[in-house]
């Protein structure tokens, strides 16, 4: 399977500003996607994310909070926008292939909190 | 009712047992049926993956759809302290469960006492 590599591995951030995470794949990829893994809670999906079109986003969540750029077929960027203590989280992009089973591989995640 | 609930454990079993994972859904349109183990501080790991009802055995573990019931289970045999992990379900409507949302159950954690 792919190698999916995310940074940071882990932030610390204060309430109001923004963290980039980044997702590199080592092979190209039609689809990527991102989730959030809240304490005690489901792992969410927050938006696919295809090369070359707009992301497609949850309902409850929105482009102005969480912008994702997709430039390449092997690399994503999540924004977590004007953030609160509410979006300390793991958040982990995923990707699809067909290749042996038909399902999603995950990345190592970003530990986010937020004070 | 949430799409897809799971026990909630903590579960904590004695080495060599077996363990019995299980979770129950509510979209009769799910079709595509993953269990990932995840552990602390890692992302999810792909260990079984199932389309439609039926079971499939790999090593130690055995994954059982039964969509009439709306039932998935995970089946560890021999249990060994390295499965002490998080065991999180997941499922698909899509037409294909790489490129479709997956839905997870909030995961169990699994200990596995020497």
């Known amino acids: 399977s792919a190698v999916i590599s995310q940074k940071p591995s882990r932030d610390i951030c204060q309430r109001g500003t923004s963290l980039t995470i980044q997702c590199q794949v080592d092979s190209q990829v039609t689809m990527m996607f991102w989730y959030r893994q809240q304490p005690g809670q489901s792992l969410t999906l927050i938006a696919t994310a295809n090369q070359g079109s707009e992301a497609t986003y949850e309902s409850g969540f929105v482009i102005d909070k969480f912008p994702i750029s997709r430039p390449n077929l092997t690399f994503s960027t999540l924004t977590v926008s004007n953030m609160s203590p509410e979006d300390s989280s793991i958040y982990l992009c995923?990707?699809?292939?067909?290749?042996?089973?038909?399902?999603?591989?995950f990345g190592p995640g970003t530990r986010l909190t937020v004070l | 009712q949430k799409e897809v609930e799971q026990d909630p454990g903590p579960l904590s079993v004695p080495e060599g047992a077996i363990v019995s994972l299980n979770c129950t859904y509510s979209?009769?349109?799910?079709?595509?049926f993953m269990w990932y183990r995840q552990y602390s501080r890692k992302g999810p790991e792909l260990l079984m993956y199932?389309?439609?009802?039926g079971n499939k055995e790999d090593g130690r573990f055995t994954a059982q759809v039964d969509k009439s019931s709306k039932y998935i289970s995970l089946f560890i045999r021999d249990s060994q302290p390295s499965d002490s992990a998080t065991y999180l379900c997941?499922?698909?409507?899509?037409?294909?469960?790489?490129?479709?949302?997956?839905?997870f159950g909030k995961g169990i954690t699994l200990s596995v006492r020497p």
């Open positions: 199932t389309y439609s009802s």
């Open positions: 979209n009769s349109a799910f079709q595509y």
């Open positions: 997941a499922m698909s409507a899509g037409d294909t469960g790489a490129n479709s949302k997956l839905t």
């Open positions: 995923s990707l699809g292939t067909s290749v042996g089973t038909d399902t999603q591989y």
